[in-house]
């Protein structure tokens, strides 16, 4: 049924990098999730009205929320696909963030709500009517939901929307949530336990979470969350396989909303190399990095003597004791000043995110063992930060 409806109104559903394709599968998504949650919410609404069950009207106002997430989701992809500006140069794609979090406030006030009127129930019990109907409505119901999360993983993977990934998460808890008060709906029938009350209430607190994920799935990127892991060693593995390339540091990468990534990054080449040589070779790499992977990339050349056999013993040098401290330390821009009695080692030290030390107390650390490593030599270090959650790789 997917491939069927994307084949059916999604004009060549293979370009799924532009920004147009990215609205059509929004928009294909959002009115998909809105018809079929719209049509749920009415016939769950309408056997809640005729049975007394206040933990099916719950499920009916779940998906009457899921209904106006879908409605936001929609209008952000719309939104999000609106050029750039001379207000907004990076374009307006975080829209699509900020309309995860509309819905997330949508969401958790609703839940807040049927967490309420689950507790009264709880109180104060009122005696359900069993269905067949209803039972037929909460099971349809389940097997409409497993389509809708496989629909928005499909779609969601298919254009890498975090969004809508999301989305499909939270019609996978909505099959569980319903499922509990179709088990409900039986145990009353077959036990008379009064389980309407709870089982709103449980299904109010799904609710909850659900509101409470989509919070943080929809804010880090907003509060500029580290690249993932295989991203930092793509970029890397990348940027490395050019001839010329020595190492590489200083990788940072800015999430302007999907499709909408920029990167920098400080890339090492031989200062003996002739500078064309090494800006032809700057100039293929991030015009192949844009063109492949959609990630406008502007790097920094750092010149470094790669034919000084005594700077690159010194840098070795450097940075095994650097490593002593913590092997996940890494050092750059490395420079030697020889003076008349000692020798200053210049460099910059990486420090990983929730290192032990303070910036202060390590560089006190690097000089102490340089120093007894070799009196004459004096380190000169900078502490500098990774922006990545994991450390790139130099293969």
Same mark, same amino acid.
């Given at each position: 049924?997917?491939?069927?409806?994307?084949?059916?109104?999604?004009?060549?559903?293979?370009?799924?990098?532009?920004?147009?394709?990215?609205?059509?599968?929004?928009?294909?998504?959002?009115?998909?999730?809105?018809?079929?949650?719209?049509?749920?919410?009415?016939?769950?609404?309408?056997?809640?009205?005729?049975?007394?069950?206040?933990?099916?009207?719950?499920?009916?106002?779940?998906?009457?929320?899921?209904?106006?997430?879908?409605?936001?989701?929609?209008?952000?992809? #719309?939104?999000?696909?609106?050029?750039?500006?001379?207000?907004?140069?990076?374009?307006?794609?975080?829209?699509?963030?900020?309309?995860?979090?509309?819905?997330?406030?949508?969401?958790?006030?609703?839940?807040?709500?049927?967490?309420? =009127?689950?507790?009264?129930?709880?109180? *104060?019990?009122?005696?359900?009517?069993?269905?067949?109907?209803?039972?037929?409505?909460?099971?349809?119901?389940?097997?409409?939901?497993?389509?809708?999360?496989?629909?928005?993983?499909?779609?969601?993977?298919?254009?890498?929307?975090?969004?809508?990934?999301?989305?499909?998460?939270?019609?996978?808890?909505?099959?569980?949530?319903?499922?509990?008060?179709?088990?409900?709906?039986?145990?009353?029938?077959?036990?008379?336990? $009064?389980?309407?009350?709870?089982?709103?209430?449980?299904?109010?607190?799904?609710?909850?979470?659900?509101?409470?994920?989509?919070?943080?799935? =929809?804010?880090?990127?907003?509060?500029?969350?580290?690249?993932?892991?295989?991203?930092?060693?793509?970029?890397?593995?990348?940027?490395?396989?050019?001839?010329?390339?020595?190492?590489? *540091?200083?990788?940072?990468?800015?999430?302007?909303?999907?499709?909408?990534?920029?990167?920098?990054?400080?890339?090492?080449?031989? $200062?003996?190399?002739?500078?064309?040589?090494?800006?032809?070779?700057?100039?293929?790499?991030?015009?192949?990095?844009?063109?492949?992977?959609?990630?406008?990339?502007?790097?920094?050349?750092?010149?470094?003597?790669?034919?000084?056999?005594?700077?690159?013993?010194?840098?070795?040098?450097?940075? #095994?004791?650097?490593? =002593?401290?913590?092997?996940?330390?890494?050092?750059?821009?490395?420079?030697?000043?020889?003076?008349?009695?000692?020798?200053?080692?210049?460099?910059?030290?990486?420090?990983?995110?929730?290192?032990?030390?303070?910036?202060?107390?390590? #560089?006190?650390?690097?000089?102490?063992?340089?120093?007894?490593?070799?009196?004459?030599?004096?380190?000169?270090?900078?502490?500098?930060?990774?922006? =990545?959650?994991?450390?790139?790789?130099?293969?």
């Amino acid at each position: 049924m997917t491939e069927f409806l994307i084949q059916r109104f999604i004009r060549n559903p293979q370009d799924v990098r532009s920004v147009a394709a990215r609205e059509r599968y929004g928009a294909l998504a959002g009115i998909v999730g809105l018809l079929c949650n719209l049509l749920l919410c009415g016939g769950k609404f309408l056997a809640g009205l005729l049975f007394g069950s206040v933990s099916i009207m719950a499920d009916a106002v779940n998906n009457l929320s899921d209904a106006s997430s879908c409605l936001i989701t929609l209008l952000g992809f #719309k939104l999000g696909g609106k050029p750039a500006d001379a207000e907004h140069p990076f374009g307006h794609a975080r829209i699509e963030y900020l309309s995860g979090l509309s819905v997330a406030v949508l969401i958790m006030a609703i839940g807040v709500d049927l967490l309420r =009127t689950g507790f009264e129930r709880t109180l *104060h019990p009122a005696e359900v009517t069993f269905s067949l109907l209803s039972v037929v409505v909460l099971s349809v119901s389940i097997l409409v939901k497993l389509w809708m999360a496989a629909f928005y993983r499909s779609i969601g993977r298919r254009i890498g929307s975090p969004a809508l990934e999301a989305t499909g998460a939270d019609s996978r808890n909505d099959v569980l949530s319903t499922g509990g008060v179709l088990v409900a709906a039986i145990a009353a029938r077959l036990t008379g336990l $009064a389980l309407d009350g709870p089982v709103a209430m449980a299904v109010a607190l799904f609710i909850l979470w659900s509101g409470v994920g989509v919070v943080r799935e =929809t804010l880090n990127p907003l509060l500029g969350e580290a690249p993932s892991e295989e991203l930092v060693d793509h970029l890397s593995q990348r940027i490395m396989s050019y001839d010329g390339v020595l190492g590489m *540091h200083d990788l940072m990468v800015h999430d302007y909303g999907p499709g909408r990534r920029f990167a920098s990054v400080h890339v090492e080449m031989s $200062a003996s190399q002739q500078l064309m040589h090494s800006h032809d070779i700057i100039d293929n790499i991030e015009r192949q990095v844009l063109e492949e992977d959609g990630i406008h990339l502007v790097i920094h050349l750092d010149p470094i003597s790669d034919d000084d056999e005594e700077i690159s013993n010194h840098r070795e040098m450097a940075l #095994k004791t650097v490593q =002593t401290i913590d092997p996940r330390l890494t050092i750059h821009d490395f420079r030697m000043v020889k003076g008349d009695d000692h020798t200053n080692l210049i460099f910059d030290v990486v420090m990983p995110p929730e290192f032990g030390m303070k910036p202060d107390q390590l #560089k006190k650390e690097i000089a102490d063992r340089m120093r007894a490593e070799d009196p004459n030599h004096f380190a000169v270090v900078t502490v500098d930060y990774s922006y =990545t959650r994991h450390p790139a790789k130099n293969l």
